[in-house]
């Protein structure tokens, strides 16, 4: 992924494309839009109204926030429109990463950026509950009741009619969908409802027609094939010897009872904190986001099994804030995401029902589940562990979605990550049944949004080679840069090393890296830099520009690591504690460590196992964002 957004051929691109466009003033299409310069070099923008409810039930407009990076030449009239996640992301803050990731299909096409209604400067919505601590059927009924009948007019369907709008007022032909995660069943509804107005549709993590499922059922299934497939060739070696039949110990183990224990806040303090099997099911879909988070998931399931629930513990409090539900970047809307997922969700149950009798009925349908297709979860975890609790009070405002209509045979790229778990490889699969000649590329070690999170060349290449007509091929086998991680050790004498000394060097690197991990993970979940972390047994560090200070950071029990580290990995160092050699250490990035422990010289080299080969926070910072 940094390569898309930092490779030479594709900026050079870009800015040769913004370069000719401010030249040339505008694209062949002939514009019914108002477009003027934007803050952003190189982008135009303008608002379109558009009717709020187009059965005019509902009176009122709603003005759609858009902006354009228009071609140099048009000779098509065609435009790349760039469809955001959620729902409920805002996608203008997205477009400059947009136009980087589009670049080869916006050679000689618009790229048209808006945000989708009720979210960012499209009206977005709020809801006062949303602000409010309170039960979520009590959160959905007032936010449903705040939005008033409006709620019924913010469906995929509804921006669907929008984007054909654009289309109409922007006087291009055809489009290019591009969709991201919820985005590509935008991209999908369109290319329904406008056959004839659809060129070709880029899916990156595919939602199919007729999703999301509500019971996450292909998520629940596919857990256990993505961390068998992350712990292939031995992978897991040090972190557990059957990493399937650990999380069905662990999840069984869940479900009869919380895992309790005390965990590190990143301001040092201690907390008492527990978790469900809920909270399982959270870390592994937080790890599409947070990839460290799935790396460390075999080796604390095997701790939290043997009795050590640290690792584990610390693994759900991070996921936090990363699952289904409620956005987190201050353009996304909460209210879009319960207005537009609570109305058209295929729930199996009445929707005119109250809400006890809607709890009886979907309680009913999840104890009817195929166990095969709960994987190792029990109906309960299916209940709980998507949009059912937040739409369980939501009254429906407008009647069921129809069924999904027939999809045209367009030239179709389907881009979607092998340890995907939020829109897995097994949906994404379905497409080339309902788009015969689709290409369907599978991206290893990679989760969700893949071209904001491919830590290889291939999603970018394919996407390359679709816009030149060719079919891409699959992706050649590279070394995952999130490989698992051992199990934490609970004591010093665990440490594989000979000696105290050599033992206490191991421990001080496993100790920076293990820090370096937590930021690295919160970088690319968050898209900016951590401000502190916390450290799993004590202590923790803080983040200033290129690098972390670790403060009293405990990852063996009883050693104390403190000093500072650079992005690099270079660092030095205090140990004591614990029964180690006490001193002090330097460490290079290349693992040659220096020092005094135990008032002698050292000098080291850690193993080439034990080096941290995690991409750089740099690299990680520069990564495009492209919502999902």
Known sequence: MPAL???VPARMLLAAMLSLAALAGTSTAQAAIPWAPCATAGFECATVGVPLDRTGAVPGTISLAVSRVPAASNPNREAVVALAGGPGQAALPLAPDFATVLAPEIATRDLLVFDQRGTGLSGGLDCNALHQRSSLLSTAASCAAQLGPARGSYKTPDSVEDIEALRVAGGYDKLVLFGVSYGTKVALAYAAAHPANVSALILDSVVLPEGPDPFQRST?????????????????????????GDLTRMAAKLRKSPLRGRIVLTSGRRAAYSMNQTGLLDILLAGDLNPTLRA???GSMRAALRGDAAPLLRLSVRSEGLTTGFQSAGGDSDALFLATTCEEAAFPWTRTASTEQRATEVTAAANQIPRAQLGPFSPKAALQGGPIPYCLGWPDQSPAPAPPGPLPQVPTLVLDGQMDLRTPFEDAAQVPARIPGAAVVE?????HSVLGSDQSTCAKDSLAAFAAG?????????ANPFRPTPRPPTRLSQIA????VRKTIVTAAATVTDARRQ???????LGTAPRRVAGLRGGGATVTGSTFRLRSYQYVPGVVVSGTSDVDGNARLSVHGGGTAAGTLTITKNGAVTGRLGGKKVRFAVSAAL???LPSLVRVLAQPRLGG
Not at 443 to 447: A, H, K, L, S, V
Not at 519 to 525: E, F, N, P
């Open 5 to 7: 957004r930092r490779s």
């Open 220 to 244: 629940l299934s596919t857990a256990p094939r993505v961390l068998r497939e992350l712990c292939a060739n031995r992978a897991c070696a040090r972190a557990t010897p059957d990493v399937t």
């Open 296 to 298: 460390e998931l075999p």
């Open 443 to 447: 991206i290893p070690n990679t989760g």
């Open 470 to 478: 060719q079919v891409p091929g699959a992706c050649p086998a590279t």
């Open 497 to 500: 090393a000979k000696g105290v």
């Open 519 to 525: 930021i690295i993970g919160d970088a690319l979940a």
């Open 611 to 613: 080096r941290d080969r």
